[in-house]
């Protein structure tokens, strides 16, 4: 690569970090302990060109080029060619960790990609012609929703690139399916049903107002992936539920995950916490820093909330460019004693990372 050719991509790269808020940089290795559960590196099936029949995951790609993954596609038989392709890679559900949140991880791409899983899209990062912008030095890692997954058959992972120039494709890093060690595993799951609006009024927030209308999404997940790929701005979500027995008598403490960008969240009609600047507060200067990183978390009072009864949590959502929703876990309640001993752990493990590695 030339001076010139570096300094252009990390021009483009400072600009990307500047406007996009850096929105799908992974979370430093020290805060979570990642652990391969399969290895999607190897032979896999490619294709130049683009046709969005290509993430399907009925399309029979039988007659595509093999490629091994990770590597310049241009040092694989096709020297010189910039422009779109398709990788497919086909893998069974991993036994191993069943019980964990799944993320993909695909390595850096040169230039630009999406990824599909099953065909619904899990996750992007650069821009495609014509509003291009580069993200070859992005690692790429995407939760996997357990509600795309065929936990019994064959997956498709479909990954759309386009390459400006030089090196291109899935190029180097891990490529594979891991999982974080330290997951909190909730007392009690709250990930299905959830129904999202876009848009926003304020009475979206009241235990009573009739939803049967919105949309059923799965969460953790991006909005995204339910067809909203390029809207930027407030979008609300709402679920139901009712406290467990088993933790009725005790604290507890309420997880929404990791939301993008900022959020702010209403049970039975009350504000019960927010996190980051709205575009109306005298605090925003638009620019979103790293708040899509930060896990939700919101003590529950008990005036607030109806430990006999049904409770309305309401979610909403700004975001500001790019991906958006509550893209990430874990989400659902757990007891005040629980949520300390996780965070107990995930404290210990950064200072020991930093004593041994640095900053």
């Known amino acids: 690569m030339t001076q010139n050719h570096l300094k252009f991509k990390t021009v483009c790269m400072a600009m990307t970090c500047m406007f996009a808020s850096s929105v799908w940089t992974p979370p430093p290795v020290s805060a979570q302990k990642w652990r391969e559960a399969l290895s999607l590196a ?24 093999p490629i091994i993954v990770p590597g310049a596609w241009e040092r694989q038989g096709f020297p010189g060619y910039d422009g779109h392709a398709w990788y497919r890679i086909h893998f069974q559900t991993p036994e ?3 019980d964990s949140q799944l993320y993909v991880q ?15 899209l899990i996750g992007y990062q650069g821009g495609f012609p014509p509003e291009y912008f580069t ?3 992005v690692h790429r890692r995407y939760l996997m929703p357990k509600e795309f997954l065929n936990p019994a058959g064959d997956n498709v992972l479909a990954v759309r690139v386009y390459d400006d120039e030089l090196a291109g494709g899935i190029v180097e890093g891990d490529v594979g399916i891991f999982y974080d060690m330290d997951e909190l595993q909730v007392a009690q799951p709250m990930q299905d049903p959830w129904l999202l609006h876009l848009g926003d009024d304020r009475k979206y927030a009241e235990p009573d107002y009739d939803d049967s209308d919105w949309q059923r999404v799965y969460v953790p997940g991006l909005w995204d992936s339910f067809g909203h790929q ?12 009712r406290v467990d027995d088993e933790i009725s ?18 049970l039975n009609g009350e504000k019960l916490g927010e996190t980051g600047p709205w575009p109306d507060d005298s605090k925003y200067v638009g620019y979103y820093g790293e708040h899509y990183l930060e896990y939700r978390a919101y003590y529950l009072p008990s005036k607030m909330l109806r430990k006999s009864g049904e409770n309305v949590l309401a979610v909403r959502v700004f975001d500001a460019l790019f991906h958006g929703g ?14 300390m001993k996780w965070q107990h752990r995930r404290s210990l493990f950064e200072e020991i990372f930093l004593q041994l590695f640095g900053k």
Not at 254 to 265: K, S, W, Y
Not at 326 to 339: A, H
Request: charged letters at 35%; glycine letters at 10%.
């Open 135 to 137: 993200a070859y030095n």
């Open 96 to 98: 191993r960790a069943s």
């Open 106 to 120: 695909l390595g850096s791409i040169d230039d630009v990609e999406e990824t599909y899983l099953n065909g619904r």
């Open 326 to 339: 509550i893209w990430d876990g874990p989400i659902g309640l757990v007891t005040r004693e629980q949520y």
């Open 230 to 241: 390029d809207y930027d701005g407030i979008g609300w979500y709402r679920t139901r539920f």
């Open 42 to 65: 190897g032979r896999c099936r490619f294709e130049i060109g683009d046709n969005m029949a290509y993430a399907d995951p009925k399309f029979d790609d039988s007659k595509w080029e």
């Open 249 to 266: 008598d005790e604290r507890i403490i309420l997880l929404v995950g990791r939301i993008d960008d900022v959020d702010q969240v209403f």
